[in-house]
């Protein structure tokens, strides 16, 4: 098969398109034949770090959707030809080739309406979108959401998912990604560039503050607008961890959540693991009911994969950047 391997981890520049040979699945895995892959800022991040358990050369990727080609010898709820997407395990990955492994436990099944293309820019980003609303905020409808970094893919799957929920949002978001922010719904746009974010966010909610903040930039981001948020409110962190509590206990009584997607497999039990599979279902749901968009801006062919991360890192695009592995 074709596979993208990174030779060192010393960036996109080390990546090169190889040979290797099929994986095969375990007792509880699947191999995917891969049809899509989603890119996400982890992946140009890691091309520079590497990860701790790999060895090089290494395939990267880790947001796949595609069809079943084998199943473990202990799997028996996929069959090969099942239309599937998965976040894989990082420790692993192995998405950007045209067959890649993954627990079957994590595995989510796409409605025929939902493209691959469509699927693989979910995971990634919406599992941590879904984690931050759902599983640390607890979102309830008429909630006030303000979301800084909403251009991108968790900011914007986040903007999505509370205004399906109920909840009043505010996307802090540079001028290029207005349209489409509002596209969605979302209750009003504030450009960080251009505008007084405090002091919006002040008018907006008539001095009432925000329940939450998703934090999807970084840690003084997320410190700055904590004194938006209201007493007994919530600061999620997406991008970057808390390198000082920005309020005493005492005050606000904060409650300071992290999404660490990555972590899930290392840190996870099985539960949580299968939890991935159960917010892929959910979300892929959404997607072929029309409730909920894939912000895909640019599919790129199997070749041009390093063109796309070159893409992403430089910070220009809007929404989800998307490789075409298998022309259909």
Known sequence: MKAWKLTQPEGIDSLSLARAAKPTPAADEICIQVHAVGLNPIDHKLAHWGFATWQYPHIMGLDVAGT??????????????????????????????DYAIAKCYAVSRLPDTVSFIDAAALPCAGYSAWIALHDKLRIEAGQIIAITGAGGGVGGYAAQLAKLAGATVYAIADQRHHARLLSYGVDAVIDPEKDNVAMRLIELTEDRLVHAVIDCVSAKSGSTLSALVRYNGHIVMIADQFNQVPLLATTKALSLHEVALHGTYAHGHREHVQHLADMGNAMANLVSEGKLFAMVETVYPFDKLTDGL?????????????????EE
């Open 68 to 97: 079943v080609s084998f199943v473990g010898k202990d799997v028996h709820h996929f069959q090969p030809g099942d239309r599937v997407m998965a976040f894989l395990d990082p420790r692993h990955a192995g998405g950007f080739a």
């Open 310 to 326: 070159k893409h992403l890192q430089a910070l220009q695009h809007s929404g989800k950047l998307v490789v075409n592995v298998r």
